[in-house]
Structure formats: structure tokens, C-alpha cells
T-cell receptor
Framework: DAGVTQSPTHLIKTRGQQVTLRCSPKSGHDTVSWYQQALGQGPQFIFQYYEEEERQRGNFPDRFSGHQFPNYSSELNVNALLLGDSALYLCASSLGGSAFFGQGTRLTVV | GENVEQHPSTLSVQEGDSAVIKCTYSDSASNYFPWYKQELGKGPQLIID?????GEKKDQRIAVTLNKTAKHFSLHITETQPEDSAVYFC?????????????FGKGITLSVRP
């Protein structure tokens, strides 16, 4: 079992650009959640996808959007990047229970 | 919304001693409480979790206790080893079907001295 996999592992973008991060859930898991983790902080919930729909959303602006595909994989898109968007972006998958995280994508906005 | 507080922020113990990390939560509706271990450069790893219908759960050297009345839960690590050194996060959620938004504490850095 490959577990939760995320790509890319590291990314550098310029302010104002757009970025897409990808996540493949653990085998059999149908729910994908995205979190943002700033340095020295706990992960902050961005949103959750189930059955290809956004089910819950945290306090993040509309610049953050996502998608879930029929195979349960997911994408996180961030538009008009700000310096403050620099963080570790984590994907977690679950099947009605415990959430398992990927290794994250380190996004640096310059 | 839910607020999770974790204390202390750092903890240093001697190898072989026990470590206890405490968390409090604010929303009495929360019913699911996982603990995660995060090593440098890695994503959080689920180490143990507990649901509100259980007061205690144990898995080898790790145990979690839950006090719903006081709204706090604790992680207990016995016979600590250097490889236990990491950042530990507690979290809480109201888990209902597929909806399980986790609210995390700020984390505690555990150092185990050889």
C-alpha cells in the first residue's frame, strides 16, 4: 500500500502566479482533505472533498479551490499567490474514520 | 468553532522515562480525538486515536485518555526512546460520516535525551 502520495514535494512560485498541487489517497479511501501548515504551527483545514464535491470548508479565501476526480485523487489550486501562502500543504485521506496524511508539498512564494 | 490548546509547548525527558502531553478542546460536540507525530520534513503520522464513547485506549507504549466532562485528553508515552523525539499534535473533530474536519493544537516538541 503506497499510502497518501503528494506531488510535487517542493515548489517555488512568484507572487501573483497560480499553483496546482496533487494528491493520491490511500487505497480504498474516498475522502480527501487539504490542510495548510505554516512553520511552527499545527495544520489548518482548507477543505474536504467527498463524492467529487466540496463538503466542508475552512476559513480560506476563494483563491483556494479544489477538485476531486472519479478515482478519488484530488487537486488543490491557489490563484493570485501571496507571500503569506508559503507553507507546507498537506493532503489527508480517510474512509469515514481516521485520516492519514501525505508527506506534503512545500510551497515557497517569492 | 472548535479550539484546541496544547501544553506544554516543549517537553524534554530522559530516555526510559514517561512523557505526558495534554490537550484541551472547547466544543463539547467533538467526538473524535487523534494524535499525530511529525518528524522533520515529513507529514503527520497518526499514532493513536480515541472516540468519545471510550475513556482510554492503549497501543504498546502509547496510551490516550479522554475526560469528556473536563474536555481534555492526554497522550502517555512510556519507556521513551530517542526515536520518540518529534513534534506531537493533538486534534479534535466532530466526525459524522464522511465529514471529519480536524482542528489541531499548535504542537509540542518532545525531546528524549539519551
Amino acid at each position: 500500500d503506497a499510502g497518501v502520495t503528494q506531488s510535487p514535494t517542493h515548489l517555488i512560485k512568484t507572487r501573483g502566479q497560480q499553483v496546482t498541487l496533487r494528491c493520491s489517497p490511500k487505497s480504498g479511501h474516498d475522502t480527501v482533505s487539504w490542510y495548510q501548515q505554516a512553520l511552527g504551527q499545527g495544520p489548518q483545514f482548507i477543505f474536504q472533498y467527498y463524492e467529487e464535491e466540496e463538503r466542508q470548508r475552512g476559513n480560506f479565501p476563494d483563491r483556494f479551490s479544489g477538485h476531486q476526480f472519479p478515482n478519488y485523487s484530488s487537486e488543490l489550486n491557489v490563484n493570485a499567490l501571496l507571500l503569506g501562502d508559503s507553507a507546507l500543504y498537506l493532503c489527508a485521506s480517510s474512509l469515514g474514520g481516521s485520516a492519514f496524511f501525505g508527506q506534503g508539498t512545500r510551497l515557497t512564494v517569492v | 468553532g472548535e479550539n484546541v490548546e496544547q501544553h506544554p509547548s516543549t517537553l524534554s525527558v530522559q530516555e526510559g522515562d514517561s512523557a505526558v502531553i495534554k490537550c484541551t478542546y472547547s466544543d463539547s460536540a467533538s467526538n473524535y480525538f487523534p494524535w499525530y507525530k511529525q518528524e522533520l520534513g515529513k507529514g503527520p503520522q497518526l499514532i493513536i486515536d480515541i472516540r468519545s464513547n471510550v475513556g482510554e485506549k492503549k497501543d504498546q507504549r502509547i496510551a490516550v485518555t479522554l475526560n469528556k466532562t473536563a474536555k481534555h485528553f492526554s497522550l502517555h508515552i512510556t519507556e521513551t526512546q530517542p526515536e520518540d523525539s518529534a513534534v506531537y499534535f493533538c486534534a479534535a473533530s466532530f466526525s459524522r460520516g464522511a465529514n471529519s474536519k480536524l482542528t489541531f493544537g499548535k504542537g509540542i516538541t518532545l525531546s528524549v535525551r539519551p
